[in-house]
């Protein structure tokens, strides 16, 4: 899913169950800002995601915290769902099938040796790629130049993962990083949430950023619909 534009001013870890236990932000002023953004939203005809932007002053993109790369499980799953596709063999490809996802197999992989069309589709239809263990090395050498610019990264399935459960995780996963400017945009949710769902996503990736990052270096945070405009949340 494409992440839209914003335009004021790799570490790869494990992701996070998004656990909220306390509320970064000011829980009426956050709610106060999702509603107006939602208000804000100009009418159409598909489901709009709602993005948390937050932007960062006094930042070295360059230093080891600006390669930051976390995935975050999201209390609330987004209606609109993102498409997870896995890449295994044997049982596990069977199993994927009954899922209902997207699967390649190996031999679907070698066809794609050489034919960049067919990798660019994975590539672009793709939003999650999650990858058997042994097909790792394969994944990256075949579909590696089409996932890297579009920011998307192989993750590997853990050996005797609940392929169902790993699915449905990452049908609710938002990234949590930083791509070259003083910035991280994650998409949180979409217009037909309640705003109260909305919040406690926000305040699950926000708690990350303020982990990893600190309070310290956040200068705005700002939440943004699609088609609206961008509505500024006050820091605690």
């Known amino acids: 899913m494409a992440t839209t534009s914003f335009k004021p001013a790799a570490l790869l870890t494990f992701p996070r169950k998004a656990k909220v236990t306390g509320l970064p932000l000011q829980q ?7 509603s107006r953004s939602l208000s804000l939203s100009k009418k159409t005809k598909f489901e709009q995601s709602v993005e948390l932007i937050v932007t960062l002053r006094d930042f070295d993109v360059k230093s080891p915290e600006g390669r930051l790369r976390e995935v975050v499980f999201l209390p609330h799953k987004p209606p609109k769902e993102p498409n997870v596709c896995v890449v295994a063999a044997g049982d596990l490809l069977l199993e994927a099938k009954k899922l209902g996802v997207t699967a390649v197999s190996r031999d679907d992989l070698n066809s794609m040796r050489g034919d960049k069309k067919k990798a660019k589709a994975i590539g672009s239809s793709c939003d999650w790629v999650l990858v058997q263990a042994d097909l790792m090395g394969l994944v990256g050498s075949v579909l590696g130049p089409a996932l890297g610019p579009r920011g998307k990264i192989p993750t590997p399935i853990p050996p005797r993962a609940n392929l169902e459960e790993f699915v449905n995780n990452y049908k609710r996963a938002a990234w949590v990083r930083i791509r070259g400017q003083p910035q991280i945009m994650s998409r949180v949710g979409t217009t037909s949430m309640k705003p109260e769902e909305l919040a406690d996503n926000i305040n699950a990736v926000f708690s990350v950023i303020e982990s990893r990052i600190g309070l310290a270096k956040v200068g705005s945070i700002y939440i943004k619909t699609t088609m ?9």
């Open 28 to 34: 009426e002023a956050l709610l106060e800002s999702i």
């Open 228 to 236: 609206g405009t961008s509505v500024e949340v006050p820091v605690r």
